[in-house]
Every structure is written in structure tokens, then in C-alpha cells.
């Protein structure tokens, strides 16, 4: 899939302890949103914080997990049976483990796996009754009414279906994204010679394949790569819906539409606005966008941690995790 999408799974269930060490004292502007939680990891070991800090899940007895969308969280049983379910944000089973693979809710729909590598993908509502059979070999979340959805496997084809799992774009593309404001970034061509164009909901290009990395349209800009001097070196700027260059070419890597790198592979990451201006200066080792106020940035350099930051560049939440993940 598009290396600009970036899942990062979650662990849950709740023990209402506070997280002292490392964390800054909490003001007005962090009282919205207070139950937005964030996936951190420190000694291996992974829970979820809030906003102050606060450890508000953690349990060893989970082997894997997902996200929080929509209230639920997909989680894996310990063991090599171990099995996937969904929680609640008080930890508790609204869908009891049953599933092989399971992605995140996304629009009221679930994806979930049932025969493993060689098994297939459906999708179950909330109350964890199947409304599409599994049928798919990879599938990713609904977006804007639409599922990607692959047959073949790994040399087959990406199209698009509804919620009743009819097809509306049948499968062509070699690599797809989500359909976002409308367009979905699709990809046609295997590895390096292939190309990233656009298309709307009928199927039909927008934006004609021509780059070689394209991202989602975000208040009706995209980022997008092209060939640099060398074949392995690319810059990335921002499209709009007329493939009008809005932002040049001059980022060395980007996610999602404020969080930039320069330098190259070994450099800094800060924030841009829309007329590309440095609204955070490059500084971090990494960097992801924000998310309900707080984005997370890593320092230190290879064993560096992560921390979260506001969108002045403040810390509110000090550098001390392994790993760190979006508030949702």
C-alpha cells in the first residue's frame, strides 16, 4: 500500500495509575479531547496514555493490537491460537476474540480475517455480525463510502467496493490509497516503473499517472514525489485537485500535510502552513503529523524517544518513549 499510509497498532485495558516521570503539567488547551489516547511503548513493553500522561491501559495479556477508532480497538489473545477481538475504551470485550486479523473500525465497518495468511478478509459492524462475508485477499479501511479491496494476492489487482460489497471500481490498479475529498491515489505498474495518478468515484482519472509516490488530498492539496537527479533520491511537493503545483519540489520526505524532512535520509523534520513557511524549524529525528492537538517527534538520533509536542513546538509531553503513535 502507500508508504505515505502509516498504521500503527495500540494495546489495551484499563488501570487508572498516574505516569509521573517525563510528563509536563497539562493546560486549558489540553482539557478538549480528554479521552483521546495514544499507544507508547517504553522497555518493550506497550499501554496507552491521555493527555496528562496518565497510564490508562496497559495488559501483558494481549500479544498484539491496533488502534482505537470509533470507540473500539482491535486486540490480539497471547498464544500461537491467539485470536483478535474488540475493546472498549473501560478494556472491556464488545466483540470477543474470534477473528485471525482484524484491522480497525473505519465508518461503522470492521475488517477482519478469518484462515490467516492464506484465509480471507470480510467486514463485521459493531456488533461483530458479519455485513460483508470474507471473500477478499487483502482489504484496507472504508473511506468516504468506498473499501480498497485486492484480488489475487500479492501479483493481483486493487479495486474498489460499497458497504454491501458490491464492486464500483473493478480490480486494475497495481497499489492503491483511500479515497479522500473525493479522489483516491491509485498506482499503475510494478516497483519502480510504475506511476501514481488520481481517481474520482467513477473510476475515471483525474489526474493522469505521472509521479512516483503520491499521498491524499488533505483540504484539497496532496503530496506528491518525484525522480530526483539519481533514481533512489526523490522531492516531494503539493498538488492541488487540477494538479496545479502548489508547494515545489523541495522536501526531501513528508507526512502527512505539515510534517517535512530536509536534508535527506539522515535529516531534520519540522512543520510548514500551507504557503510552505516554517511554522516549527526543523529539529526532530523524526516526526508525525498532528492529531487532536499533539504531534509526536522523536530526538536523540538512533536510540533516540519520543515525546509530544503542541503546535507551537512546545513539549507538553517530554521525550522518554520507544515508540509513540497518534491520539485518537
Partial sequence: MNKFVIILACLMILVSSFFQVGCTNGNNNQQKDATALALVSTDNKYFYIDKKCRIVINNPKFEDYNSFSEGLAAVKTAGEKGKWGYINKAGKYEIYPQFDEALSFSEDLAAVNIGGKKGKW?????????????????????????????????????????????????????????????????????GNKG???????????????????????????????????????????????????????????????????????????????????????????????????????????????????????KYVINPRYDLAGDFY
Fill in 122 to 190: 470480510g467486514y463485521i459492524d459493531k456488533a461483530g455480525d458479519y455485513e460483508i462475508y470474507p471473500q477478499f485477499d487483502e482489504v484496507e479501511d472504508f473511506s468516504e463510502g468506498l473499501a480498497a479491496i485486492n484480488v489475487g494476492g500479492e501479483n493481483g489487482r486493487w479495486g474498489f467496493i460499497n458497504r454491501t460489497g458490491k464492486y464500483v471500481i473493478n480490480p486494475q490498479f497495481n497499489e492503491v490509497g483511500d479515497f479522500h475529498e473525493g479522489l483516491a491515489n491509485v498506482k499503475i505498474g510494478q
Fill in 195 to 313: 506511476k501514481w495518478g488520481y481517481i474520482n468515484k467513477g473510476g475515471k482519472y483525474v489526474i493522469q499517472p505521472q509521479f512516483e509516490d503520491a499521498g491524499q488530498f488533505s483540504e484539497g492539496w496532496a503530496l506528491v514525489g518525484v525522480a530526483g537527479i539519481l533514481s533512489y533520491q526523490q522531492k516531494f511537493g503539493y498538488i492541488d485537485k487540477m494538479a496545479k503545483l502548489v508547494i515545489n519540489f523541495q522536501f526531501d520526505d513528508a507526512e502527512g500535510l505539515a510534517a517535512v524532512q530536509v536534508g535527506g535520509v539522515e535529516g531534520n523534520w519540522g512543520y510548514i502552513d500551507r504557503a510552505s513557511n516554517y511554522v516549527i524549524n526543523p529539529q526532530f529525528d523524526k516526526a508525525l503529523g498532528f492529531s487532536k492537538g499533539l504531534a509526536a517527534v522523536k530526538d536523540g538520533g538512533k536510540n533516540g524517544k519520543w515525546g509530544f509536542i503542541d503546535k507551537t513546538g
